[in-house]
């Protein structure tokens, strides 16, 4: 499955029988093999919240709804993980580029497959070396190899020199959204910050997450 395919999905928890939130992103593990995490904009109006499903919980993902058992199997915290790579720059080996990634191929237990950029689909053992900037991909039959430098990263502490818990990591991209035909207006406290037919612009973007709308601009953006 594609994670074009899960985000703007709609969340049904079973037990609490209601459509509690929308998929509005992805985190991946440190090594970036694997999508642990979905982010969901909670229903409450326009006043949404961000809450963080572990995809273990999903019971199961079909016809544009992610079912899970119920609502609180979303939470405020998550751990520190990866952002999920779609709209990054892409490259080869030889630094030719690739377009930027536009999809991710998992398997029914979100394990990455693939990668899908401007220029074509790459498997993720063709991953060269990635960052939170750019991925970079071995050129067709390459053998080459990076040996990878361990970071030292210090632990965050706070007035009293003591270690302190690492902070939620928060994602703010909505590319996905981008280039997509609205099929209804946008309104927010009686004004029409976009129109059905409209194709949704970064500036479109910028004004709903301002404004607390964009949940309402996800559900109509297809």
Known sequence: MKISEIIGSRVLALGDARLCGTVCGALMNEKRDRIKALEVFTDDDDDCEKKYLDVKRIRSVSDGTVTITDTD????????????PVNLSAYDEKGGSLGRITDIVTDEKFAVLSFVTDNGEYPRTDVLSASDELYVFRLPGSKTKIAKRKKRVPRPTNAE????????????????????TLTGDIEISGETIAHKGDTVTDDIIENAKRRGGIVRLAMNAV
Do not use: H, W
Not at 73 to 84: Q, Y
Not at 168 to 180: H, P
């Open 73 to 84: 199997m979303l939470v405020f915290a998550a751990p520190d993980l990866s952002a999920c």
């Open 161 to 180: 020199n003591r270690t302190v818990k690492a902070q939620v990591f928060e994602i703010s991209r909505y590319a996905y959204l981008r280039g997509k």
